[in-house]
C-alpha cells in the first residue's frame, strides 16, 4: 500500500513540470500553436491506448506486472527526451510516458493503482486511503509546477523524471502476489452492465468537464475582469489548495450519508457554482464561486473510485478501472477544440453554462442509475 503511494507522488510531482514545460519546450524547438495542440491530442490518445491495453495483463497476471511494464515506458521516455530534440521525438516521449496535460491524472498507472488500493485495504478505510492517495498526487503535481522555476534547465528536469521512474520501479518490486484478481465464483452476477453504465456517464463528466480546464477558467477571468497573471496565480494557487482539502474532506463526509449520496450531492452543489460563474457581476464574486466550486468538485473523486470498487466483483476490478479511465480520457481529449469556438461564436461565459449544466445532467443520471445497486462491500 505504501508503495503505491510513494509512487504516485514521485510520478504526480514530475507531472506537475512535465505538463508545462514540454508545450514550451516543443515551441522552441520550433512547433506551431497548432503542433502543439496535436501533441496534446496525441498524448491523451496515447494514455487512452495504455489503459486498454494494460486491461487483460492485469486480469491475468494482477496490477503489479503492468505496473513495473508502464515504469519501463517511462524510463524510455526520460531517455528519449534526454537523446534528442527532434520533435516528433518529443512528442512520442511524452507519449510513451502517459504525460498529465490537467491538474487531474488520468490513464493506465490510475486504473491499476486503483486496483491495488482496493484489494489491499479493508471497505470501511477505503475511500479515506482513496482520499489520502488523490491527495498526494495534486499536492505533489503542485509542488512539481512550483519546481519549474528552481530547476536548471530542460535536462535537469528529464532527469528528475528518469529518477522518478527509477522511484516507482523500485516501489511497484515491493508489490505482493496478493494483489492478483480473485478467480470469478460459479453463479456470481456478472458486473459488465454496470461497467458499461459507469463508462458512458464517467465519458459525460469527463466531455463536460473540458469545457472549463483551468487554463481556458484563467483565460476567462483574464478577459472578463483583466485580471494581472500574478493575481491569477494566486487565484489558482489557492485553487489547488483547496481541491486538494475537498479529496480529503471526501472520506469523512461519505462515513456519514454513504458513497453515491457523497458524490453526488457534492458534484451538483460544485456544478451549480460553475454556472453561476458566468453570470458574477465582479471578479471578486467569480473568484469567491470558483473557491466554492474547487471545494466541492474533487469530492467524488475518492467516493466514485471507492463506489466502482465496491459495485464489482473482485475479479472484475481491472475491466472496471481500465473502461472507466479509458472513456474518461477519451472524452477528455474531444471538448478543449470545441470550447474555443464557443467562446468565440456564442459568449465568452458560454462554457460554463454548457459544461456546468451537462455536469448536472450527469448527477442527475448517476443518481437514477445507481440508488438501488447494491455494494458488494459495505465501507
Not at 156 to 163: D, N, P, Q, Y
Not at 315 to 335: D, G, P, Y
Request: net charge positive.
Amino acid at each position: 500500500m505504501v508503495a503505491v503511494l510513494v509512487a504516485k507522488t514521485a510520478r504526480t510531482f514530475c507531472y506537475g513540470f512535465l505538463g508545462i514545460v514540454l508545450p514550451v519546450y516543443l515551441g522552441t524547438l520550433g512547433v506551431s500553436a497548432s503542433g502543439i495542440g496535436v501533441a496534446v491530442t496525441l498524448t491523451l490518445a496515447g494514455s487512452a491506448l495504455l489503459t486498454w491495453a494494460v486491461r487483460r495483463p492485469a486480469e491475468r497476471f494482477g496490477p503489479r506486472a503492468p505496473l513495473l511494464g508502464l515504469v519501463v515506458l517511462s524510463a524510455s521516455s526520460a531517455l528519449l527526451l534526454l537523446g534528442s530534440a527532434w520533435p516528433p521525438l518529443v512528442v512520442l516521449a511524452a507519449i510513451l510516458g502517459n504525460v498529465a496535460v490537467g491538474t487531474g491524472e488520468t490513464g493506465p498507472f490510475l486504473a491499476m493503482e486503483q486496483v491495488v488500493i482496493a484489494r489491499a485495504v479493508p471497505a470501511d478505510r477505503r475511500t479515506r486511503v482513496l482520499g489520502l492517495y488523490n491527495f498526494l498526487g495534486y499536492g505533489a503535481g503542485a509542488i512539481g509546477a512550483a519546481a519549474v522555476g528552481l530547476v536548471p534547465g530542460y535536462r535537469a528536469l528529464f532527469v528528475i523524471f528518469l529518477v522518478a521512474a527509477a522511484v516507482q520501479a523500485a516501489a511497484y518490486s515491493r508489490l505482493r502476489a496478493g494483489t492478483t484478481p480473485a478467480r470469478r465464483v460459479a453463479g456470481a452476477r456478472p458486473s459488465a452492465p454496470l461497467i458499461r453504465r459507469f463508462a458512458a456517464l464517467f465519458a459525460l463528466d469527463s466531455f463536460a468537464g473540458g469545457f472549463v480546464l483551468q487554463s481556458l477558467v484563467s483565460y476567462y477571468l483574464y478577459r472578463r475582469y483583466d485580471l494581472e497573471l500574478e493575481t491569477l496565480g494566486l487565484i489558482f494557487g489557492v485553487a489547488q489548495i483547496l481541491t486538494a482539502i475537498s479529496v480529503l474532506l471526501a472520506a469523512r463526509v461519505a462515513e456519514r450519508y454513504g458513497l453515491l449520496q457523497t458524490m453526488v450531492v457534492s458534484h451538483l452543489l460544485s456544478n451549480v457554482a460553475l454556472i453561476a460563474i458566468a453570470a458574477a457581476p465582479s471578479a471578486a464574486v467569480a473568484v469567491a464561486l470558483l473557491f466554492l466550486r474547487q471545494l466541492l468538485s474533487q469530492m467524488d473523486v475518492p467516493t466514485r473510485q471507492a463506489y466502482v470498487m465496491a459495485v464489482v466483483a473482485d475479479h472484475e476490478r481491472e475491466a472496471a478501472a481500465s473502461l472507466t479511465n479509458l472513456s474518461r480520457t477519451v472524452a477528455q481529449a474531444v471538448t478543449p477544440a470545441l470550447t474555443g469556438w464557443v467562446m468565440q461564436t456564442i459568449a465568452l461565459a458560454a462554457p460554463f453554462v454548457l459544461g456546468g449544466g451537462l455536469k448536472v445532467v450527469y448527477d442527475v443520471l448517476i443518481w437514477l442509475t445507481f440508488r438501488h445497486v447494491e455494494l458488494r462491500e459495505r465501507p
